[in-house]
């Protein structure tokens, strides 16, 4: 629905209704409206009562060329689409046209050029500095009946909303409060309760919602992408606000691992988002000291018998393979392996005499 202030020039001509200017001395005239025939037009896309300030004269010339100027005051619909809310551009209409007479008795033209029209609506045009007038078109249609037709002149007027006002108070002011809680992760959670933070930014939030709702529009068949744009905004506040508490749960949780679906979670599907990779994985490679033996050590199982009271035990040793970083290949007769191999040796001996201390011990 648009409201609007308007002036509606109407001209036309009454045949016998003449007169000679010399013999009379008047060119032009003043009569009531009740002493001359009125066309009857109206806007189609009126909503409201007219409430237009009443004229009663109208003018008149010696060829019968009637004039009549009136302000008019209209409430006329027009379907909005607000789905660009604040950067959207109408498109209302305004048709001329009679509701009793057809085209046969009345047919309408235009006095001027749209162009004209446009500059001089420029000039008038008094808003709240919400709209601009962007362009107005003037085309005529006919509404053909069985009876015949009506003509109609219809006036297509381009408004574009000026979105200054709203991103001033609407977005910037959301974005601010996104940010914070955003940076609110930063905050240490041993000296700080990011919980009860993130609860005072969602209260907030709510607070600013209620406040500015009055200059969200209410009218339209879409709902504005800026409300999406609040409801994503706010529901990111409860997701941080429910992050924030599953984190704490965590910290002060007595187990100390973190769960396998978490780490999971977190460094696989989670980290690629924030641009996070993993480090590179050391290349570790096993190395046998003694290559020759290398399929035996690592299948052998050493099985011993020990004698004891209530029967046989049986112990199993299972060797381990030695991992060390992994380097460049280097001579068979290098010191560094050979000083390797000596030491394995000796752990070996080692090992055995333990083992042997061991046996006889359980003996």
């Known amino acids: 629905m648009t409201r609007a202030v308007t002036s509606v020039n109407k001209e036309w001509i009454i045949e016998g209704l003449t007169w000679d200017e010399k013999e009379c001395g008047s060119e032009k005239l003043s009569v009531k409206r009740e002493n001359l025939w009125i066309p009857d037009i109206f806007i189609l896309e009126f909503m409201d009562e007219d ?39 109408q498109n209302c209409s305004l048709s001329f ?35 601009e007038l962007l362009n107005i078109t003037a085309a005529e249609s006919l509404l053909s009946l069985d009876g015949g037709g009506y003509h109609d002149i219809v006036f297509n007027i381009l408004l574009k909303r000026r979105p200054v006002l709203y991103v001033v108070n609407l977005m910037i002011p959301s974005c601010f409060l996104n940010t914070v809680d955003l940076f609110s992760f930063l905050l240490p959670p041993q000296s700080v309760d990011r919980s009860a933070f993130k609860m005072t930014l969602i209260l907030g939030y709510t607070v600013f ?39 704490t749960h965590i910290q002060n949780s ?64 299972k060797p ?25 040796q000796d752990l070996r001996s080692i090992s055995r005499l333990c083992l042997v201390d061991i046996l006889k011990f359980k003996v």
């Open 97 to 131: 046209g009679s509701f009793i007479h057809y085209d046969s008795a009345i047919r309408m033209v235009l006095g001027m050029s749209a162009e004209r029209i446009l500059s001089q609506s420029r000039e008038v045009l008094q808003t709240e500095g919400e709209w």
């Open 209 to 247: 919602l209620l406040i500015m709702n009055d200059l969200l529009p209410v009218t339209g068949n879409t709902t504005p992408a800026i409300n999406v744009f609040f409801s994503i905004s706010l529901g990111m506040m409860v997701g941080s606000l429910l992050e924030t508490i599953f984190i």
């Open 320 to 344: 381990r393979p030695i991992t060390v970083d992994h380097q460049p290949e280097k001579s068979a007769h290098d010191p560094v392996i050979e000083e390797l191999r000596k030491l394995s």
């Open 254 to 317: 007595s187990n100390p691992h973190v769960p396998r679906w978490v780490r999971i979670l977190v460094l696989q599907y989670l980290a690629p988002i924030v641009c996070l990779t993993n480090r590179q994985q050391i290349n570790r490679v096993t190395v046998d000291l003694n290559p020759h033996r290398k399929h035996r050590l690592m299948s052998m199982h050493m099985i011993m018998s020990v004698p004891a009271p209530f029967g046989i035990h049986h112990l199993e040793i």
């Open 51 to 89: 409430q237009s300030p009443v004229t009663p004269y109208v003018y008149i010339d010696s060829k019968g060329h009637v004039m009549d100027e009136k302000p008019l005051r209209v409430v006329s619909s027009c379907k909005l689409g607000i789905l660009r809310f604040p950067f959207d551009v």
